[in-house]
């Protein structure tokens, strides 16, 4: 038998937003792989062996996989939202490259909803115009390159998304990311603040970037600060199709 490996994506939160090409990949899983409450999404089977680890065990996790699948085993990475937005698919290629046995290897990369569509979409449209995503964590990078991203994206126009606006280990980067686009954009761009999108404790905040404070977000929280025409339209926030020339 062969085997193979799948890196899928669970979506916000909501059941009814996994795919279900993701859900026959779940059914014909041997393995499923993931960090612990990803893991805890999935519902427990005869033959399905769960292997939750530590949020910090990627690379490991991503070895482990690819170990099954050469053993035959069907081994499903489970991610939250989507695979390839900050998540296992490019830890699992980062693995690969050190093994050259296995790139001939069954691999598919199966999409989710992103966090940052989720809240988009329960938000109205801010990102109704170009727009960015930026990973607030400075786990993989110099916060040095975080800061400078932040401020090309806010000169370049971009609306914003910001995954990982806070992490325990520096619980202070959302306030200086705030102060950085305080100092970049006028103090009535709106910022949204949306938290645990698509479960019982979603909560969706839209204010000036003035009255914004860093408690406002915590590790469950996607902020989206919009372009200098987004608006508030009703209770809906939304992007413009057209930029003024
Ligand atoms: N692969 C995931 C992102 C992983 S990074 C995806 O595509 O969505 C983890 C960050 O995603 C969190 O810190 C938060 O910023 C965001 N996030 C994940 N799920 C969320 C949800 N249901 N609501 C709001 N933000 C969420």
Redesign the pocket.
């Known amino acids: 038998m062969s085997g193979w490996v799948r890196v899928a994506?669970l979506g916000?939160?909501d059941a009814a937003l996994v795919t279900p090409e993701v859900t026959a990949a779940l059914a014909e899983a041997t393995d499923v792989l993931g960090y612990v409450p990803y893991v805890g999404r999935v519902a427990p089977r005869a033959g399905l062996v769960l292997h939750p680890s530590d949020n910090r065990e990627e690379i490991a996790r991503a070895h482990h996989a690819i170990d099954l699948a050469l053993a035959g085993r069907r081994a499903v990475i489970v991610?939250?939202?989507?695979?390839g937005?900050?998540?296992m698919a490019a830890a699992l290629f980062e693995a690969l490259e050190a093994r050259p046995e296995a790139q001939a290897l069954d691999i598919r990369i199966l999409p989710?909803i992103?966090?940052?569509l989720?809240?988009a979409a329960r938000a109205g449209a801010p990102l109704g115009h170009d727009f960015c995503a930026i990973?607030l964590s400075d786990n993989l990078k110099p916060w040095s390159e975080v800061e400078r991203r932040l401020r090309h994206a806010a000169r370049g126009g971009f609306a914003m998304a910001?995954?990982?606006?806070?992490s325990r280990a520096r619980p202070d980067g959302f306030a200086r990311a705030l102060a950085i686009l305080r100092e970049e954009c006028e103090p009535a761009r709106l910022i949204l603040f949306?938290?645990?999108?698509?479960?019982p404790d979603?909560e969706l905040q839209t204010l000036p970037l003035s009255d914004a404070t860093p408690d406002m977000a915590d590790?469950?929280?996607?902020?989206i600060v919009g372009n200098e025409d987004t608006r508030q339209v009703g209770r809906w926030l939304y992007s413009p199709r057209k930029v003024a020339p």
């Not at 991610?79 to 695979?83: E, T």
């Open positions: 994506g916000p939160g991610s939250s939202g989507d695979p937005v900050f998540a989710g992103t966090a940052m989720a809240a990973n910001f995954y990982n606006p806070r949306a938290r645990a999108v698509s479960t979603e590790m469950r929280t996607l902020v």
